[in-house]
């Protein structure tokens, strides 16, 4: 089974909408300029849109002054329709998407953020009774442990797609509630950034969920989920499960018959490993509905607490590959000065691109697609 998801997050390139301030600077490591794209662009329907939406604002439950303070400064992003329009379906399956979540690099990084922040994560566990390392697997999916934020401005994103219409509804209720966010004093316009498409902070809050679940954990009068310290966003995340039907002490699952906790068993990936899922499985999922996704954060819990590597073999795949091909070939280009961009058996764009440039180099189709002959060819 393929794995099908739109690209609205940040920390992984292959999921989808995730759940889901006090005026901390967004300036985090990491944060790169604004594609131009995504600055503020002259258009008049949009400026329309907007002054037709001020005069019905009141009508949220908005002032005036929220309104004008939101706005200002913000405007129409041409880049945020592209990426909207122009989603293409990621398709991967579930080795390959496990292959991401649950990297050598997130799983130690994930290891060294739970050691930084082990009080704030137990202290969560107790409070809200969801295991502390499945709340760092989420906050490692969704933003690299805070290194992906995103710095997109919500205001001028989710008014932008509001005003597009494909999705216009939701994303108007996404602004009303960014604006809500503001009124309340969570957070500064000019703070509050998040994905293309308004996914927010250290764990990926659209505004709605935010005003749904986010807590104030620091008892600083804010919620804060877009700061350095990643303490509200985690909170947030853990109340996030907890009302969602997590149940303390429950495990989320585990590979069929490896003696873990007993559940319903799925096979996402024919000719992969079955797993033996609980309801902890299923709050997961209320994240985001993905079995993919539930796996690989249940997966990467578990490698963050120390566990080892998934044990499981999967099939080649329809080029006939193992992951252990891929990588061959992957090492095999670098070597021979075609960047792959990481060897991790991931076929992505790195990849087909060196591929490309190491068949133009012997005069040969230019395909980019990987194949056993390939890999031979490269000794």
């Not at 018959?257 to 490993?273: E, Y």
Request: charged share 20%; hydrophobic share 40%; proline share 4%.
């Amino acid at each position: 089974m393929n794995i099908s998801r739109r690209n609205f997050g940040l920390g992984l390139g292959v999921l989808g909408l995730s759940a889901c301030g006090n005026g901390a600077a967004m300036s985090f490591s990491g944060a790169a300029p604004l594609d131009a794209d995504l600055r503020p662009a002259a258009n008049p329907g949009y400026d329309a849109w907007v002054e037709a939406f001020r005069a019905r604002a009141s009508g949220y439950g908005l002032s005036d002054a929220t309104v004008s303070a939101g706005f200002r400064g913000a405007g129409y992003l041409p880049g945020v329709v592209t990426r909207d329009r122009n989603q293409t379906e990621s398709s991967r399956t579930l080795e390959d998407y496990l292959s991401i979540s649950v990297s050598d690099e997130r799983v130690a990084k994930g290891r060294a953020a739970f050691a930084r922040e082990r009080g704030t994560l137990n202290a969560l566990q107790d409070r809200y009774g969801v295991d502390a390392a499945i709340i760092a697997a989420i906050w490692g999916v969704e933003s690299l442990y805070g290194e992906r934020r995103g710095n997109v401005p919500v205001v001028s994103a989710t008014s932008t797609l509001a005003y597009d219409g494909r999705r216009g509804a939701f994303f108007e209720q996404q602004l009303v509630a960014a604006l809500k966010i503001v009124q309340a004093g969570d957070a500064a316009p000019s703070n509050m950034t998040g994905s293309w498409a308004g996914a927010m902070g250290h764990t990926q809050f659209i505004p709605t969920t935010y005003l749904a679940y986010a807590v104030d954990f620091t008892g600083d009068g804010r919620r804060d989920i877009w700061s350095e310290a990643p303490t509200d966003a985690l909170a947030s995340t853990a109340n996030y499960l907890a009302r969602s039907g997590w149940s303390r002490g429950l495990r989320w699952g585990g590979v069929a018959g490896s003696g873990g906790s007993g559940g319903r068993v799925i096979q996402p990936q024919a000719g992969g490993p079955s797993f033996a899922v609980t309801g902890n499985f299923n709050a997961i999922k209320r994240y985001n509905n993905s079995d993919a996704y539930a796996l690989g954060v249940g997966l990467l819990a578990d490698r963050i607490a120390g566990g080892g590597p998934l044990q499981a073999s999967f099939p080649p795949d329809a080029n006939g590959m193992t992951k252990a091909d891929r990588i061959a070939l992957q090492k095999r280009l670098t070597a021979r000065g075609f960047d792959t961009g990481g060897s991790d058996g991931v076929i992505g764009k790195k990849t087909e691109a060196a591929i490309r440039a190491y068949q133009a180099s012997r005069g040969l189709p230019e395909t980019g697609l990987p194949s056993l002959e390939l890999l031979r060819s490269l000794g």
